[in-house]
């Protein structure tokens, strides 16, 4: 299939706001597909929001099929961040002096084990943990959830909504799980559960409560579902996958029993994740992890296991992304409230240019009235989702993601029987200018089409014909 192109590529920067005008100099020569925009002069360099943390992507610059370097337009933080350069500066501190945790006398070893141990108290500090709660470092949310389905008591009945990511869905098994039906409301999230909890009479229940939909980016009412899961004697854990990053949580204020979330949505992408909360599941269950570490005594006949987080977490843990979490952390939480004006500022100015887009279609689950972490997902009439971000990109600079976002009972049900959508989600690297640019760039694509000609390949999907950019991006080691 072959989506014809128009003649004259657009002059594409008509953002008033870009650092990097379009302004009727002669196309740079194609350039490496990745550079920094540092070497561009000053009037040009993407403005920067003092009042927000940084991140290291902040001067990313990338090239267009137009022969331009435009900086990188990032709607793509539910996916993953780029690291916030205190990220990088506390795993910078880091390296000099790492070494093994809780295994040797020598000091970079010592320093190591008391940062490691001091990320779990910051983490804890930034979800509201309660003093006895326990904080388990994982790999992501889905190793952090995983776990927690590994604790949970026999005789235990799960309740998840079927829109739920499939990490907070699928860990529980399918005879130990109730789905409940995607809700049209906040409303009806909680009637929906109220009626499971009363109609079950499992020894033990555990709700399993979506902090953010990341499809749709609308924030659950999690403290009205707590308050529902407790009235049946139910426990909660928050897959706070795409709400850590966005607001503020306060377990012992909610009266949730876990939260789940993941260093890599939370600009700190070094391979650590995190699960926090009762420690009585924990103590209860088998090593999630058995070997060193796990273990408080090995005989012949008998294993004594350690209790609290060390019995989940055996082998050498990742003290690097444990650290750079907590700085994450730390960090995030000095800046709740300005990212949260900022994202709402963003997310507001992005919602209503889509809407006045003919063609385009916004996605919500609960309703255009649920507050929402900044994310904004939609289709395009005629256009196949993933052909609209690969032109977003090529011709604009700007990510977005498309597909089904690892909710397919979700999508199935908002968008149709294996229909998928372009996601477009809002963090620190965004700019005022990249929304511009993103709602130029889906006018002008339903307007007059894309300015390439784009072809369609089954294994390789959607690529630009006459691409003059090198695209290989040597390895950095
Ligand atoms: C709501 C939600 N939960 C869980 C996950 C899984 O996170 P991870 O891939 O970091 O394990 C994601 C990832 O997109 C998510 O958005």
Redesign the pocket.
Known sequence: MTVQATNTPHDIDTDQSSPIPNDGAAPRAPRAALSVVRDLPPHRLPQVEAHLPLTVAHELGVPTVHRTVVDAANFDH??TTPALVSVRDAVDATLPTYGSVHRGAGLPSRVTTGWFEQARVTVGEFVGARPDDEVVFT???????ALLAHCVPRGTQVFAWES?????LLPWGRRHCTRLAVPNSAADAVELLRSALAASDARGKLVVI?????VTGEVWPVRELIAAAREHGARTVI?A??LAPHREIDLADLGADWV?F?G??LYAPYGA?VLVGRRDWLDLASPYLPGGGATARVRHQHITWQSGAARHEGGTPNAVGAIALAAACATLRRHHEEIERHESALFDQLRAGLREIPGVRLVTVLGDDRPNVGVVTFTVAGYDPSLVSLVLSDEYGISVRDGR??AHLLCDNILGDGSSAVRASIGLATRAHHVGRLLDGVRRLVESGPTLDYTYDESTGWTAADDPRDLSAPCPW
Not at 164 to 168: D, L, R, V
Not at 210 to 214: D, K, L, P, Q, V
Request: glycine fraction near 10%.
């Open positions: 539910g996916a790999r992501n949310t889905t190793d952090a959830l739920a990511h499939h990490a907070a979506t902090g953010a939909c990341n897959d996958a795409q789940a993941s890599h949505k994740g976002f690892c």
